[in-house]
């Protein structure tokens, strides 16, 4: 039998020693086995030990460490769905870094550290992994504002979730656009104070103006004609007089209100109350925008689809 002297001296040299990963078993002593490039280190009896290469993983995470780097940001969760058995996804738009998507890990489980906040409609103070991938990791969440007003009311929420949808489909991969953060989280807590009929559609109305693809009302876009302009163009660009008419009619109250909106009137806006007025307004927004994004607002028809 061999003693421990003897396995200490099995160890091929201190260089060595140092460039592996070496377990010591209860009895103190220590086994290294050869196998490719890496020692399996074993126990006086026989018995194999699992291989720790620690060395490598202190590597390893140095190689990773260097390759992300941790910021943080203001965020509104826009939308979250699974991933795997235990993580989700969560698109979210930041105050500084626009439209981020992030892994939450273990944010299914039942004590996972983010809890519910990171439900769609939650403004957040957020630290997050950014890495090479478009995919970053979300590090930690902190609520600034969760809206559970809005949350509890039915119409409210189903604003609420059109927005953050329609922000998700329609701003693409960015820098960032301070502009539309601060629309979203005025929006968000103007809901949760009072739910004005106008404010799904002069919110949408602002937001395709920041996009740059709110139509010009100002004049027709095929003659330069005021008069009689009342007839949107088909793609949604500009209007038309009565000669050149085309498209979707809007009546001079419906142009009125979108001008009142494009205008930054938005406070004038909230407390119109012509609801006829704001049903035609707002489906005027509602058109464009889906007809942008290629497909229905899901949170707009949630009550048709049962």
């Not at 409609?121 to 995919?135: A, D, M, P, R, T």
């Not at 139509?215 to 876009?221: F, I, R, V």
Request: with cysteine; glycine share 8%.
């Amino acid at each position: 039998m061999s003693t421990r002297a003897e396995i200490g001296a099995t160890v091929r040299s201190e260089t060595e020693i140092e460039d592996s990963c070496i377990i010591r078993t209860n009895w103190g002593a220590v086994d290294t086995r050869s196998h490719g490039d890496r020692w399996f280190h074993t126990g006086l009896g026989g018995n194999r030990r699992s291989c720790c290469i620690f060395d490598l993983v202190q590597r390893r995470s140095e190689e990773i460490e260097a390759l992300l780097t941790l910021y943080s940001d203001q965020v509104v969760v826009l939308r979250s769905w699974k991933l795997g058995e235990s993580d989700r996804i969560v698109s979210m738009y930041g105050a500084q870094n626009g439209k981020i998507r992030a892994v939450a890990k273990g944010a299914r489980k039942t004590k996972s550290k983010f809890g519910g906040r990171i439900e769609p409609i939650s403004f957040l103070n957020v630290q997050i992994w950014k890495g090479n991938s478009e995919l970053h990791i979300l590090n930690q969440a902190d609520s600034i504002e969760l809206f559970p007003s809005t949350k509890g009311d039915f119409e409210k929420l189903r604003k609420a979730l059109a927005i953050v949808e329609v922000v998700d489909e329609l701003v693409g991969e960015s820098d960032g656009d301070f502009d539309i953060f601060r629309l979203l989280v005025r929006v968000l807590g103007q809901l949760e104070k009072d739910d004005s009929p106008f404010i799904l559609g002069a919110f949408l109305w602002r937001l395709l103006q920041i996009q740059g693809v709110a139509p010009d009302l100002s004049l027709c876009m095929e003659c330069g004609s005021t008069e009689g302009i009342n007839y949107l163009s088909p793609d949604g660009s500009g209007i038309l007089c009565e000669v050149h008419r085309g498209g979707r009619f809007i009546d001079d109250e419906v142009r009125h209100l979108i001008e009142m909106a494009l205008g930054g009137e938005v406070s004038r806006l909230l407390i119109f109350d012509d609801l006829v007025a704001r049903v035609r307004f707002e489906e005027v927004a509602i058109e464009l925008v889906e007809n942008l994004i290629a497909h229905r607002v899901k949170a707009l028809h949630i009550d048709s689809q049962y």
